[in-house]
């Protein structure tokens, strides 16, 4: 097994093959859903559904994740990493492009179901190699880099999809079958060291159990709460607030949410510079801080204009908490038992997503628009506290 890159021995890890074949991968992981929610209002027309209906093609696809995603993570320390992710990357393109085929919104949910199952394991076999790949401040690096592809991607894919779908709603998806090359370079040349363990099963699941310490809890939690604010207050209520204080439009709220992805996607970009000067651990905490002043800024923003600001606060702080909390969790686990780490991280991130808007609605049922802001920011100092107390 080749060892891991530090940051003295490749500067510029961005030219580095292999982290470049893992940005293919992310930007294939977040696909699945962030270009097909333009399609949607032609879906409805196309297989008369109604509007809770068409929600499903959400549901069916992430379900999966939540079952599969530690299943996989184990096979991928057993197994190695390549002979999960490359079959689940045809699965992926198969199922997806199959989509666009179909005439039925009952076989649309089983391709969907399906495809998902091959989406599973994407999100968090990419971080796993790369925590396999490098060490150090490098591997960091790695992961702010990472992290900033998934922002672009996520800020891009929506207005992919919708070009697309002026054409046909078949089209957007037919972009799954670009996991196939994917796929491919995978197999062919990424240089990735991949686990040599022989130990009994059982085994191998008693010392990840024994590895699972006090700190790895907390980043567990950490990842948890960082999506039930983000799924929760902003993705689900802030743009509530925008159209109902202030009116604004689907343009409107699109260009002002979309400063979030783009910040997130350059702090991410400056993440080897930052861990120069701090420690992840201290990113972490410092993250939390501005996701609760981002969130107590929005009730009291007076322009429509100035929402930006808490965007653009916001998007700091996720573009230092993502990769921070991945570097940290790929660093605390040995390269056999890495999978299995990352994966749990990636059930946890899903339930954070389901968590969220349920969550935070108590907040808003309970006191109205603004305490949904508000409740997302206690629970951010609340994290915050609690990394300050456990992450030393």
Known sequence: ????????????LYHDLNLQIIFCVTLIAIMGVASLTPVFPKVIEVFHISSQA?????????????ILTPIFG????????KKILVPSLFLFALAGSACALVRDF??????????????????SLNVTIIGDLYSGKARGSAMGYNASVLSLGTGSYPAIGGALAMFSWHF?????????PVGLLVLLRLKNPEPKSRQLLSEYLRQVWRSISLQVICLLAASTITFIILYGSYLTYYPLLINQSFGG?????????SIMSITTAIASAQLTRLIQMLSERSLIKISFLLYGLALLI?????????????????????????????????GLATVEHRAAFMSVNGMVLRLGQTLGPILIGLFYTFGGLHCAFYGGAMIAV??????TIIMK
């Not at 957007?172 to 079958?177: E, I, S």
Request: hydrophobic letters at 60%.
């Open 382 to 387: 609340g994290m915050f506290v609690a990394t």
């Open 106 to 123: 009952q076989v649309l949910l089983i391709l969907r179901f399906f495809q998902g199952v091959g989406a599973a394991s994407l999100g």
């Open 298 to 330: 929005i009730p009291f923003v007076p322009n429509i204009w100035l929402l930006l600001i808490p965007s653009v606060i916001f998007g700091i702080a996720h573009g230092i908490n993502l990769p921070s909390i991945q570097t940290l969790l790929a």
């Open 249 to 257: 439009s689907s343009l409107i709220i699109g260009l002002i949410m």
């Open 1 to 12: 097994m080749t060892a891991p890159k530090t940051l003295t021995q490749n500067k510029k």
């Open 172 to 180: 957007p998806f037919l972009l799954p079958l670009l996991a196939i």
């Open 74 to 81: 184990v096979l991928a320390d057993r197994w190695g990493r």
């Open 54 to 66: 068409v929600g499903f093609l959400i549901t069916v696809f992430t379900l999966p994740g939540v």
